[in-house]
């Protein structure tokens, strides 16, 4: 597995597995993927749907399970992330009003330590929101303290492969506009939507074994990275209640496979949550725990995210460990 370049994308590189299948399969993946980005489209990122041209977009091909290129300076990643969501400034208080928790992750990512932040799932667009929100606090808090004052943090955001048929800002290839802030790692996530179309669940499999191959396999450096990603393998359901005094409960699915490796991959895991679907966001902001030792360690993160979300939005978050019960909670 190696990054690649192609020549009308000198700025971006993509990383490349050949051991994975493109041709048919690929244009099949992406009919399903183009029907189930199209709901996405609008909202306050003006999203748009972009069209399957593996030429234009090499992120679109199969074998592509991750993409980087050069990243923007502080003030541009403000502008983006405000024109994506106009309450980006609410995400950075709520950061800034954690200067323990800041402290803790300069002194982690200095010292080598890789950091998973893992958020609910109900937006397509909360994960990259946070982590933006992350990336910039941190830079400013580190300069104001003289910590580390040249501090860029390695920034990684695990997103559906899916977004690579969406554009941001009604034009410009979402792809495109994240890799100004993350190393962008793409997966297939095993929602609802994806294991009811006709995507092979090995084809699946298979390309998500490789992106977390290519995560582990990352040469080591100096600095550590921030992984964001969102945990549920899908987006949360709400569901009106007909309990007295309750209006509805946001039910959050199953963690990922994946995700559950990459919990024990990492050096720290931070359990957070936003919800930038209402009028007034809600966010919580957890604190940085261990790797979880064994796969059910990763059912107490995603309950614990569960209910600080519970707490900060006044709605009942309920996490369901396995599909079946998420399936009958959402009918």
């Known amino acids: 597995m190696s990054f690649i370049s192609f020549k009308d994308h000198p700025s971006h590189e993509f990383m490349q597995c050949p051991d994975l299948v493109r041709d048919k399969e690929e244009e099949e993946v992406h009919e399903v993927f183009g029907r189930l980005a199209a709901p996405h489209q609008g909202g306050s990122a003006d999203l748009a749907l972009l069209p399957y041209d593996p030429e234009k977009y090499p992120e679109q091909r199969l074998d592509i399970v991750g993409m980087r290129g050069p990243k923007a300076d502080i003030a541009t990643i403000r502008n983006l992330a405000n024109a994506a969501y106009r309450g980006f400034g609410f995400v950075e208080d709520g950061l800034r009003a954690r200067p323990d928790l800041l402290n803790n992750l300069v002194l982690e990512i200095s010292g080598g330590s890789n950091v998973l932040t893992v958020l609910d799932h109900g937006t397509i667009i909360n994960s990259p929101i946070f982590g933006a929100a992350l990336f910039t606090t941190l830079h400013e808090f580190s300069a104001e303290h003289e910590a580390l004052e040249s501090l860029h943090p390695n920034m990684s955001l695990i997103a559906s492969k899916l977004i690579t048929r969406l554009a941001v800002f009604g034009s410009i290839p979402s792809s495109r506009v994240l890799t100004n802030i993350y190393y962008l790692r793409y997966s297939i996530p095993p929602s609802r939507n994806v294991r009811r179309s006709n995507i092979p669940p090995q084809l699946r499999k298979r390309f998500n074994a490789a992106m977390i191959s290519s995560y582990a396999n990352e040469p080591a450096t100096d600095a550590g990275e921030i992984t964001v990603i969102s945990g549920s393998g899908s987006t949360d359901v709400v569901k009106r209640s007909h309990l007295p005094r309750r209006t509805s409960t946001i039910h959050m699915g199953?963690?990922?496979?994946?995700?559950?490796?990459?919990?024990?991959?990492?050096?720290?895991?931070?359990?957070?949550?936003?919800?930038?679907?209402?009028?007034?966001p809600a966010m919580a902001i957890g604190f940085l725990r261990p790797a979880i030792s064994e796969d059910?360690?990763?059912?107490?993160?995603?309950?614990?995210?569960?209910?600080?979300?519970?707490?900060?939005?006044?709605?009942?978050?309920?996490?369901?460990?396995?599909?079946?019960?998420?399936?009958?909670?959402?009918?």
């Open 254 to 280: 199953p963690v990922a496979t994946g995700t559950v490796a990459l919990m024990q991959q990492c050096d720290r895991i931070l359990p957070s949550g936003l919800n930038v679907s209402g009028n007034q």
């Open 296 to 331: 059910t360690g990763a059912v107490g993160v995603m309950g614990q995210i569960a209910g600080m979300m519970t707490d900060a939005t006044g709605i009942e978050h309920a996490y369901h460990p396995t599909r079946e019960s998420f399936e009958r909670a959402i009918g």
